[in-house]
């Protein structure tokens, strides 16, 4: 089993400060990671897949990269609304694993 | 517009068993891989089972396997999760979320989710 290595846990962050966000993989997952947003009391939603490819209406201050087993998501500039807990998901192998999460709250 | 409705969940015993349901609309469940994913109280994210667009390949976390079976029916458009032999550790959200355009291992839309209780 992929193991996902979300850091940091949590992320203290001023509004229009950009925030970095890791991922690492026990093992290589290629390209073949995605991220979410979960904001309390709602449903997770896709950010990037493809480590680097935003989904379909996600902003452009949302950027992801890395390949093999180390991945950052990038939040240019955050904005009130980006306050939530990011999640990391590898689907290369069986069985499909998300990371821990990291929360980032306002500072 | 893509909507993926759950329902069926409830309390339920320790050992007992329940059935989740996911009615689509907007895709046709068919020609999308499908997946269950679920979320304990204030914890992370766990993916339980998918089933392929074909419906030929199904396969489970380790936590659920042999104790849970994923189908869907298509001439309802409906995706199924069939829960048996259930732990307390099974209570969570489930949600159930279709696989991407291009790979279905990862999840573009996502059910509101459907809360499972095992407890006596």
């Known amino acids: 089993e992929v193991v996902l290595t979300q850091s940091p846990a949590t992320l203290s962050v001023s509004p229009g400060e950009g925030a970095t966000l890791s991922c690492r993989a026990s093992?290589?997952?290629?390209?073949?990671l995605a991220w979410y947003q979960q904001k309390p009391g709602q449903v997770p939603r896709l950010l990037i897949h493809?480590?680097?490819t935003r989904a379909t209406g996600i902003p452009a201050r949302f950027s992801g990269s890395g390949s093999g087993t180390e991945f950052t998501l990038t939040i240019s500039s955050l904005q009130s609304e980006d306050f939530a807990v990011y999640y990391c998901?590898?689907?290369?192998?069986?069985?499909?694993?998300f990371g821990g999460g990291t929360k980032v709250e306002i500072k | 517009e893509v909507q993926l409705v759950e329902s069926g969940g409830g309390l339920v015993p320790p050992g007992g068993s329940l059935r989740l349901s996911c009615a689509a609309s907007?895709?046709?469940?068919?020609?999308?891989?499908m997946s269950w994913v679920r979320q304990s109280p204030g914890e992370g994210l766990e993916w339980v089972s998918v089933?392929?667009?074909?419906?030929?390949?199904?396969y489970y976390a380790d936590s659920v396997e042999g104790r849970f079976t994923i189908s869907r029916d298509n001439s309802k458009n409906t995706l199924f999760l069939q829960m048996n032999s259930l732990r307390v550790e099974d209570t969570a959200v489930y949600y159930c979320?279709?696989?991407?355009?291009?790979?279905?291992?990862?999840?573009?839309?996502w059910g509101q989710g459907a809360l499972v209780t095992v407890s006596s």
């Open positions: 093992q290589s997952v290629i390209s073949n």
């Open positions: 493809g480590a680097s």
């Open positions: 998901q590898q689907y290369y192998n069986w069985p499909l694993t």
């Open positions: 907007g895709l046709t469940l068919s020609n999308n891989a």
């Open positions: 979320a279709k696989g991407g355009y291009d790979n279905g291992g990862y999840f573009d839309y």
């Open positions: 089933i392929s667009g074909s419906g030929t390949s199904t």
